[in-house]
């Protein structure tokens, strides 16, 4: 699994001029190649009476699905371009369309792939980019004697509690980074005296959006 990758949370749209032809970037977060696919058919039908819908896509951990097309446009001017933004930004599960509006005056190639990049960037400043964290969730049961302490590491190392639970002893469900899990139990093992009862639940993604941590289950 990547300790960290960066994603698509909420897909945006940018647009440029370029000797009046008009550049229309759209971006989409996608999780399949077959959300990808569909999301292109959808812009193509939007934008049907277009010279151009050009687009890119990237999907999987380790990028197994990853195309691009220039849509009649000259070889590499397009689709390529807009792949190297993808990369360049090291943007996971996502798809874009560009779709141009022919203005009637021939832009050339190194004026296409100014267009066609600088529209993709426009639309991914327009979208929310997050990055997602690998961590896991652990239950820690302890007395009440060393819930302050869990809580001080907590607090200490910014780990989000998920949930609590008081009974005649506490329950804690923590979010850890994955590579912080040893130095966590280590920490609680110290602290508590090894009183407390750690526990990993399972692996998971997180992010912080707006402030708030928002787990996700890929």
């Not at 804690?172 to 009862?197: F, H």
Request: with cysteine.
């Amino acid at each position: 699994m990547l300790e960290k990758y960066k994603t698509v949370y909420e897909g945006g749209e940018g647009e440029m001029v370029e000797k009046k032809s008009r550049f229309i970037a759209t971006v989409r977060p996608v999780s399949t190649e077959e959300e990808a696919l569909a999301f292109i058919e959808e812009m193509k039908k939007k934008y049907w009476d277009a010279r151009h819908n050009c687009y890119v896509y990237s999907v999987g951990k380790n990028r197994e699905y990853t195309r691009c097309s220039d849509d009649g446009e000259p070889s590499g001017t397009a689709g390529r371009p807009m792949l190297d933004v993808i990369l360049g930004e090291d943007i996971y599960n996502v798809a874009a369309v560009v779709t141009r509006y022919f203005g009637g005056v021939l832009l050339g190639t190194g004026g296409l792939v100014r267009a066609y990049s600088g529209s993709l960037q426009e639309g991914l400043k327009d979208s929310t980019v997050i990055e997602k964290i690998h961590g896991i969730s652990m239950e820690i049961i302890t007395d009440y004697t060393g819930i302050g302490k869990i809580q001080y590491i907590a607090g200490e190392k910014g780990l989000p509690i998920l949930s609590s639970e008081y009974t005649d002893r506490v329950t804690l469900q923590l979010l850890i980074p994955a590579d912080q899990v040893q130095a966590v139990e280590k920490a609680v093992t110290e602290g508590t005296s090894g009183r407390a009862k750690m526990k990993k639940e399972k692996d998971l993604y997180y992010a912080v959006i707006d402030g708030e941590v928002k787990v996700f289950d890929d």
